[in-house]
């Protein structure tokens, strides 16, 4: 599956900001989707998945609350609702696509296969 990301920006903290990830060549309920994020000098990081089953999602500890990923089938189309951003939450997001990865590995980039590019997201105070 092919990843396009976009969305991103210049947002106030305590405003709000969302981001899609649309996908082309396989849709989209078949795959397991995953928001990551990454700033300057840190390691990549979870933020929220949806899993592809059910359609469970999971969340980061610091986003739960004020993030929200979800999935539209028809426009096979992954968001990511960020309300009440933070500036803590500045980073490049990055949305990726796996359609075998297991539950357990849910939280590791290292298991997804397909990859969008990043978009930046920069939360001002």
């Known amino acids: 599956v092919q990843l396009q990301a976009s969305g991103g920006g210049l947002v106030q903290a305590g405003g709000s900001l969302r981001l899609s990830c649309a996908a082309s060549?396989?849709?989209?309920?078949?795959?397991?989707m995953g928001w990551f994020r990454q700033a300057p000098g840190k390691e990549r990081e979870f933020v929220a998945s949806i899993f592809r089953s059910g359609g469970n999602t999971y969340y980061e500890e610091s986003v739960k609350g004020r993030f929200t990923i979800s999935r539209d089938n028809a426009k096979n189309t992954v968001y990511l609702q960020m309300n009440s951003p933070k500036p803590e939450d500045t980073a490049v997001y990055y949305c990726?696509?796996?359609?075998?990865?297991?539950?357990?590995?849910?939280?590791?980039?290292?298991?997804?296969?397909?990859w969008g590019q990043g978009t930046q997201v920069t939360v001002s105070s």
């Open positions: 060549g396989r849709t989209v309920d078949n795959y397991s």
């Open positions: 990726a696509g796996d359609s075998a990865i297991i539950l357990s590995r849910i939280r590791d980039y290292k298991a997804y296969k397909s």
